[in-house]
T-cell receptor, first 110, second 113 residues
């Protein structure tokens, strides 16, 4: 069954604005990962946050994890047109496969 | 470039054809994966190999047959496919089969007529 569920399904913003995407999941996890996919291409790993971590940063990316609410958010600051892509959260439960959500499609216009 | 190369990029085949998808990773990883990505659906894990041994087979129909001759190469042999098998097939690798930090290829866009 699907574990991660991203929200919103689609997001349109202007260059320079911040973009926030959310991910909710159902069961306990070891870690949660965010991936980006440009149209028709493979996924690119962005960031991994473990279940005992609350926040991680990587460049313009900020990820938070709230295990009590079983949710995570990905914030992209000062967005650029090149950030236009689909963003997926993936959850890792011990002993099972990495489970991906359906993704958030982000469109950044200049 | 992610270090994972998939060929071909596009494939059109009839339901009676036999074809193979190829994946090669240049990262020295020990685990390789096949995922299927259909429109409007989450990525579905098909197979996982760790050090050339299959460790996960996610109830995939037998018309999909994986092969991992060494830790750098992964194949997906296709035969007697159905139109609903049309999808983007993605190969990925990771250092170990721990589901952490997967590196994906660009995928093979498969159309079954």
């Amino acid at each position: 069954s699907q574990q991660g569920e991203e929200d919103p399904q689609a997001l349109s913003i202007q260059e320079g604005e911040n973009a926030t995407m959310n991910c909710s999941y159902k069961t306990s996890i070891n870690n949660l990962q965010w991936y980006r996919q440009n149209s028709g291409r493979g996924l690119v790993h962005l960031i991994l946050i473990r279940s005992n971590e609350r926040e991680k940063h990587s460049g313009r990316l900020r990820v938070t994890l709230d295990t009590s609410k079983k949710s995570s958010s990905l914030l992209i600051t000062a967005s650029r047109a090149a950030d236009t892509a689909s963003y997926f959260c993936a959850t890792d439960q011990a002993g099972t496969a990495l489970i991906f959500g359906k993704g958030t499609t982000l469109s950044v216009s200049s | 470039e992610t270090g994972v190369t998939q060929t071909p990029r596009h494939l059109v085949m009839g339901m009676t054809n036999k074809k193979s998808l190829k994946c090669e990773q240049h990262l020295g990883h020990n685990a390789m994966y096949w995922y299927k990505q259909s429109a409007k659906k989450p990525l579905e894990l098909m197979f996982v190999y760790s050090l050339e041994e299959r460790v996960e087979n996610n109830s995939v129909p037998s018309r999909f047959s994986p092969e991992c001759p060494n830790s750098s190469h992964l194949f997906l042999h296709l035969h007697t496919l159905q139109p609903e098998d049309s999808a983007l097939y993605l190969c990925a690798s990771s250092q170990e089969a721990t589901n952490e930090k997967l590196f994906f290829g660009s995928g093979t866009q498969l159309s079954v007529l």
